[in-house]
């Protein structure tokens, strides 16, 4: 009989239902959520509307969409209503949990919305980032596969769409196959003179591979744990779903022989297809986090393409931003394309920074499993089992117990819950691990463009004549135009200052004019005396009645939407 091995066992990418306590969802204080467990889409929505109600000034929540359940695709806008409307100001966009099994992510994006709202009015920082920016914040991207992953013992990448990954005909083969009912699908070890993996002799927990020439008869075939449900010889091949979403967005999509998962055509989701109608309405939006697990490092373009098609200003960008990551998390950067034969298409922050124009980062949270406690910069087999051991009280781990198997007769089922140790934190160390994305969280969204009106001067130079004088600047730290891809391709829209009189007449200057894309601080550090950050406007205005006015409105897309008005009286 055919059968997929495990390579890896000790990185095996099981998904389990660990029973952890704080794991299963429960009714919770929204000004005083659990971060020691997981939380449900029920449990996260009933988060957002609780912090809706209670923070009406400074939130929105609505839905951009709905899964193929019906489910609603929800986000949370952040920002401070007095200080403006939500799309005059610059923009980031948080989301989570695009991948059904990676939770760390939605938990991530959670706790960004309460740790802002809970700290707006008492951190000057938060309170400065609420009146100036606005926050979108999606936790659960799928909502549907996230509820499987969590609450059944079931695998998959992603959307629970039904999907013949392998061809025969038939969809969603039994994928339970959780034998020993332990709550999670592990492995199974098969006796078999010429398998490949034998019992490590210093811990019967551990399979190693057999030695080269090794001889004997205590060697196993590693299966992963289920049942040829369709007879085709395969193991838990076809389970539910298929589709993995962040390779269905429409940059460098590739047809599933190119790309395992990409789905029928690009953008096939409805959560796919959401995501870029919600962001090509949002042109506020300046950067993309995009949260999945495991691994403990944050991917940064380039994502589908190698580095050299990128022009060297973004480049250095890109870089800048990312090491920021390494800087406040102390963990490593990894570009997401490496290799052109293991080939990414079709990503979102391939599109967000080819098609839109914005950077975009995939941080890979959870990088703890097991303990590295000799330091040697290497966590053994050994060191994990002692982790389960001390750390976890022996729940990270199924022992290996007797099974009889229906297809392979007498097998032993055991191995690691991956869920919530190599896939996730357990949940006592779930709020640390959330609470160590918050700074760069905050920065990425602080060092966004933001254009002011830095001064407004109005002069009266004869009868019912006055000069207005306008200094404009972008006080943000990078340019209104983001990066240099956005230039090139023009997708970044120029400042623009729009003039509207009331009882008044244009007699100099235009009613519409446009700045071009102003520099912010980082291209300006450092050059004394410099005015690429600022740009200067002037108009000569007749009053014809006492009553005159002039409203000046400044509209950067990335950079904000400011507005004066200006009383034109002797």
Do not use: C
């Amino acid at each position: 009989m055919k059968a997929r091995p495990i390579v890896f066992i000790a990185f095996s990418a099981s998904i389990t239902a660990l029973t952890v306590e704080g794991a299963v969802a429960q009714t919770e204080n929204p000004s005083s959520p659990n971060w020691g467990k997981y939380h449900t889409t029920t449990d996260a929505y009933a988060l957002l509307e609780g912090w809706a109600r209670a923070y009406p000034g400074l939130t929105n929540l609505y839905s951009i969409g709905e899964t193929l359940k019906g489910t609603p695709l929800m986000v949370l806008e952040i920002t401070n209503k007095e200080t403006g409307d939500a799309l005059d100001k610059p923009g980031y966009y948080y989301d989570g949990n695009i991948h059904a099994g990676e939770l760390t992510g939605g938990e991530v994006a959670l706790h960004w919305a309460w740790y802002l709202l809970s700290n707006y009015g008492s951190d000057p920082r938060v309170t400065r980032l609420v009146d100036t920016r606005t926050l979108y914040v999606r936790p659960k991207f799928n909502p549907d596969g996230a509820d499987i992953a969590l609450t059944t013992p079931n695998t998959l990448r992603s959307t629970p769409r039904p999907y013949d990954q392998d061809l025969d005909g038939l969809l969603d083969e039994d994928p339970t196959n959780d034998l020993d009912g332990d709550g999670s699908m592990t492995q199974m070890r098969v006796p078999n003179p010429n398998g490949l993996w034998k019992i490590d002799p210093n811990d019967s927990r551990v399979m190693i591979r057999r030695g080269d020439g090794e001889t004997g008869d205590h060697f196993y075939d590693l299966y992963s744990e289920g049942i040829d449900d369709d007879g085709d010889g395969f193991f838990n091949e076809d389970g539910i779903g298929g589709i993995d979403m962040n390779r269905n967005f429409p940059r460098n999509w590739g047809l599933e022989s190119e790309q395992s998962g990409a789905g029928p055509f690009p953008l096939s989701e409805p959560e796919t297809r959401a995501t870029l109608d919600f962001i090509q309405t949002h042109r506020n939006i300046t950067g993309v986090f995009h949260g999945h697990t495991a691994g403990g490092f944050v991917y940064r373009l380039p994502s589908t393409t190698s580095w050299d098609n990128f022009n060297l200003p973004d480049q250095s960008l890109i870089q800048e931003l990312a090491r920021k990551y390494n800087t406040t998390t102390g963990q490593p950067v990894i570009p997401s394309y490496s290799n052109p034969r293991i080939h990414r298409h079709g990503t979102l922050i391939a599109w967000s920074y080819w098609d839109f124009g914005v950077v975009g980062f995939v941080p890979e949270f959870w990088g703890g499993f097991g303990r590295d406690y000799d330091g040697d910069g290497n966590v053994t087999n050994a060191e994990r089992f002692r982790w389960n051991d001390e750390e976890l009280g022996g729940e990270g781990f199924t022992n290996w117990a007797p099974y009889d198997h229906p297809q392979l007769g007498r097998v032993e089922i055991g191995g690691w819950k991956g869920k919530f140790t190599r896939q996730n934190p357990p949940p006592h160390l779930l709020k640390g691990e959330v609470e160590l994305y918050v700074p760069w969280m905050l920065w990425l969204a602080e060092v966004s463009p933001r254009v002011v009106i830095r001064d407004l001067s109005t002069t009266k130079v004869g009868d019912d004549l006055f000069k207005v004088t306008v200094e404009i600047e972008n006080e943000g730290y990078l340019p209104t135009n983001i990066t240099q891809r956005a230039l090139n391709v023009d997708v970044a829209v120029p400042v623009r200052v729009v003039v509207e009189l009331e009882n008044a007449e244009l007699v100099s200057g235009a009613s519409r004019t446009t700045l071009g894309h102003i520099s912010g601080s980082r291209d300006t550090q450092g050059r004394s005396g410099t005015s690429e950050a600022r740009r200067t406007v002037e108009y000569v205005v007749r009053a014809t009645s006492n009553r005159a006015r002039m409203t000046l409105t400044i509209v950067s897309e990335k950079g904000g939407t400011t507005r004066r008005e200006i009383a034109l009286r002797d």
